[in-house]
């Protein structure tokens, strides 16, 4: 009784961490015109939310290679905007970030060896933590700065809230948190 619980507990923050990142990724597609950057954000949004549905095993051995190719390109598109100036660098590390998660997925544990062993580079996976942990703290701390102010601004060309892209990006990066979190 005791692990059926936590399975459908575990379900649950799975499915609410798909809702959070696909309503992320819609809400950056729709100002992708306008605002710089908010493309990457909307494919890494819901590549995030494709990589966070629990599927139980079942039909799980398309996603590894599929979402690994398409972060792969992302970082390399990253990479491209990095020549523009180094604020693209989250992107960057957002994508290939990814890629490692879904190394990670892909391999899944070995026969015989540790969950430790499996889970990937402690250190990476350390690193990555640290990252986002520090990520999550700036935007949030942005995002009450510039709700003191009293920002209720729209963006420049779409007229889209600023405080609701950076929430958005804020809740992005507290899904990847938390997908590391299971790694």
Request: proline share 4%; charged share 10%; hydrophobic share 50%.
């Amino acid at each position: 009784m005791h692990g059926s619980a936590t399975s459908l507990t575990a379900s649950f923050s799975s499915w609410l961490l798909v809702l959070l990142c696909a309503v992320s990724g819609a809400y950056c597609l729709r100002w992708a015109r306008g605002a710089g950057g908010a493309a990457g954000e909307a494919v890494m949004g819901f590549g995030m939310a494709l990589m966070a549905v629990p599927l139980g095993g079942r039909g799980d051995g398309w996603r590894a290679p599929v979402l690994g190719v398409v972060f792969c390109g992302a970082a390399l598109h990253a990479l491209w905007l990095l020549r523009g100036g180094p604020h693209h660098a989250h992107h960057l590390v957002g994508s290939l970030t990814m890629v490692y998660m879904a190394l990670l997925a892909g391999s899944g544990p070995v026969h015989g060896q540790e969950h430790s062993q499996a889970a990937g580079p402690p250190l990476l996976t350390g690193a990555l933590l640290l990252y986002y942990a520090g990520y999550v703290v700036l935007g949030g701390t942005r995002l009450i700065a510039a709700g003191d102010v009293g920002s209720a601004r729209a963006t420049a060309d779409r007229g889209g809230p600023a405080e609701l892209v950076r929430a958005c990006r804020l809740a992005m990066g507290m899904g990847m948190l938390a997908m590391l979190l299971t790694m």
